[in-house]
């Protein structure tokens, strides 16, 4: 079908270079199952891969002469053409579905088919099935459009739960110095009543010092009364007792007193 295309010389040489490509790739494969050891089988799954990516880059090359030319050539032409790339785009594929069966029998887990560029994580032999020039331009809008859209989404998610992270944090510092100035005010309620104790102790040994001199004294002074109170009991009682000496300011026994009566009647008269 290919040859009986119309192609433009630069259309013609693309294609050219796959098929080359596709040719060696079959041989390469057919090499493949007659070679026993493992490290020459990789080397040699090496090689077809660094083919693989060519016929990719290839593939992609001629999908933009087919737009670029698309205008000029007519309808049924484009579809043939259309036609081709999509038949080229399932022989590569084949030959990536062949080349992951012979990696899973080496044992080799890790898959690295065709470089797609820069992203989040490198894409897999799975994923690199359908090749992207298989793609639309709406298809790739799309599909990158809905990156974007789990991306913020993403990030979106990030940012709550850093809001929601410094929002606990600020309650946590304002309840920890809540509950510090709740301390101090505690301390100092401690030291104050620490303080009143030792004043209350004071003074009450203060008072019972003052209560015991008081004592003291009154007691002292009862005794004297008791003691002024005696004498004068037995003076009355035994007015003629010399032993017992007059206590100034009282007044004299009682003859006495009857002997300055009767001086002072004949005084008198």
């Given at each position: 079908m290919a040859s009986e295309l119309a192609m433009s010389p630069q259309l013609e040489q693309i294609h050219g270079e796959i098929r080359d490509h596709f040719r060696a790739l079959a041989n390469g494969f057919q090499k493949l199952d007659k070679i026993k050891d493992s490290n020459r089988q990789s080397k040699q799954l090496d090689e077809l891969t660094a083919k693989m990516r060519e016929s990719k880059r290839l593939i992609k090359e001629f999908d933009r002469e087919i737009k670029d030319e698309e205008p000029r050539n007519p309808p049924d032409l484009n579809k043939q053409l259309?036609?081709?790339?999509?038949?080229?785009?399932?022989?590569?594929?084949?030959?990536?579905?062949?080349?992951?069966?012979?990696?899973?029998?080496?044992?080799?887990?890790?898959?690295?088919?065709?470089?797609?560029?820069?992203?989040?994580s490198e894409p897999t032999a799975d994923e690199n099935v359908q090749v992207a020039s298989s793609m639309t331009n709406q298809e790739l809008v799309n599909a990158g459009m809905k990156t974007m859209d789990e991306t913020d989404q993403a990030i979106d998610r990030t940012k709550k739960v850093v809001e929601q992270t410094i929002e606990v944090g600020t309650q946590t510092a304002t309840t920890l110095k809540g509950q510090t100035d709740q301390?101090?005010?505690?301390?100092?309620?401690?030291?104050?009543?620490?303080?009143?104790?030792?004043?209350?102790?004071?003074?009450?040994?203060?008072?019972?010092?003052?209560?015991?001199?008081?004592?003291?004294?009154?007691?002292?002074?009862?005794?004297?009364?008791?003691?002024?109170?005696?004498?004068?009991?037995?003076?009355?009682?035994?007015?003629?007792?010399?032993?017992?000496?007059?206590?100034?300011?009282?007044?004299?026994?009682?003859?006495?007193?009857?002997?300055?009566?009767?001086?002072?009647?004949?005084h008198l008269e």
């Open positions: 259309n036609d081709e790339k999509q038949s080229m785009i399932k022989e590569l594929n084949s030959y990536v579905a062949l080349r992951k069966t012979y990696m899973n029998s080496l044992g080799n887990k890790k898959l690295e088919l065709f470089d797609m560029g820069a992203g989040v301390m101090g005010r505690i301390v100092n309620e401690l030291d104050t009543i620490q303080f009143s104790i030792k004043k209350a102790s004071q003074l009450v040994k203060e008072i019972g010092r003052q209560v015991a001199t008081d004592k003291c004294i009154m007691l002292f002074l009862f005794l004297i009364v008791c003691g002024v109170i005696a004498i004068i009991v037995v003076k009355i009682v035994n007015p003629n007792n010399k032993d017992i000496r007059d206590i100034p300011g009282l007044a004299p026994p009682a003859p006495s007193r009857k002997l300055l009566y009767l001086r002072t009647a004949e």
